[in-house]
């Protein structure tokens, strides 16, 4: 089975974004290193950014219809700040259960300004990571894979 790894806007930017926030990891070592992840846990990895709310969403609908056929195990989803704005992609992921989705942030949102504070997308997810840096995709990666394994 294959997880899928979902990056939202802006996300393509990693490395060079504020690399005092989101550091110089680029997304491409983000991807490989999840890659890499996945595969040491006996799963393969899928990747896909989007800077677009509705081809989140549709990679969303074609998770949840390959969940059904036991092609995708779980994703990993950091939706950047359509996290603090998104009822269609919060919709979208119930609207795909059981299938798990983690969300992650590389940053603390907590500890940032007031209006990171609040996610949609969180009642949702499966689990949340947040302000490991890019190490919290592994984190997530290893979180999904053990959720996975508890529910079968
Ligand atoms: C982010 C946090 C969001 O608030 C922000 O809009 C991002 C990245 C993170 O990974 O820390 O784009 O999701």
């Known amino acids: 089975p294959t997880l899928l790894l979902l990056n939202g806007p802006n ?3 990693l490395g060079t974004r504020e690399p005092g926030v989101y550091g ?7 991807e490989a290193q999840a890659l890499a992840t996945a595969q ?9 950014q989007s800077n677009h709310e509705g081809a989140l969403i ?5 998770a ?12 990993v989803f950091n939706p950047g700040a359509f996290t603090h704005t998104s009822v269609a992609l919060f919709d979208a992921i119930s609207g ?3 299938l798990p989705v983690i969300e992650i942030h590389i940053s603390n949102v907590h500890a940032r300004e007031a209006f990171r504070h609040h996610s949609y997308i969180s009642p949702a997810a499966a689990g949340i990571v947040v302000g490991f840096g890019t190490d ?6 290893e979180g999904l894979v053990r959720k996975i394994a508890a529910t079968g």
């Open 11 to 13: 996300l393509n930017l």
């Open 24 to 30: 110089a990891t680029t997304l491409a070592d983000v």
């Open 40 to 48: 040491r846990l006996g799963f393969g990895l899928e990747a896909f």
């Open 58 to 62: 549709d990679k969303i609908h074609e």
């Open 64 to 75: 949840g219809r390959r969940h059904k056929t036991g092609e995708i195990a779980g994703v």
């Open 96 to 98: 795909v259960k059981p």
């Open 136 to 141: 919290g995709y592994t984190l997530a990666i």
